[in-house]
């Protein structure tokens, strides 16, 4: 997955180079397991934020996953981010967030606790769109064939 991954990041981003693109799909991989969210959803995160730029500065947020800490490494930011995001979707799924219409729990990243009606109406987030591009990306081929040798 971690080469998928990979692979994805250079089709979409030519300037990032093979090794580095490698190391963050290393990264986004092994974060997102231990923090139990979505590879894909930490990558499209990351592209939204920063366009996997790690030194990206917007509106005192900082890095690649553009987060409130000024973390050096792509490691930490990343970590930082899939944690943001796991902490995001327990506490939507503990029943915390009440606001209606309905939106996905990963829009609190952005606007924290309080997520402002308009952006609550799933119009066309740039996240889904990231996301589905990505996961097209990943299993053009389809999912790995079943054989005796890996049964």
């Excluded at 490698?22 to 894909?40: K, N, Q, R």
Aim: with cysteine; aromatic share 14%.
């Amino acid at each position: 997955m971690i080469a998928a991954l990979a692979a994805a990041l250079l089709a979409f981003f030519p300037h990032i180079e093979k090794p580095r693109a490698e190391y963050y799909a290393a990264a986004i991989m092994e974060e997102s397991y231990h923090a139990g969210v979505d590879p894909l959803l930490v990558a499209s995160r990351a592209w939204v934020e920063s366009g996997f730029f790690p030194a990206a500065l917007h509106a005192g947020t900082y890095g690649m996953m553009q987060t409130r800490r000024r973390l050096v490494t792509v490691r930490e930011q990343v970590r930082e981010g899939a944690r943001a995001l796991a902490y995001w979707r327990q506490w939507h799924a503990r029943g915390k967030c009440l606001q209606n219409p309905p939106h996905p729990s990963w829009r609190h990243y952005t606007f924290g606790y309080i997520v402002p009606r308009w952006a609550r109406v799933p119009v066309s987030w740039k996240m889904d769109r990231v996301y589905h591009l990505l996961e097209r990306e990943i299993y053009r081929h389809g999912p790995p064939r079943r054989t005796r040798s890996n049964i």
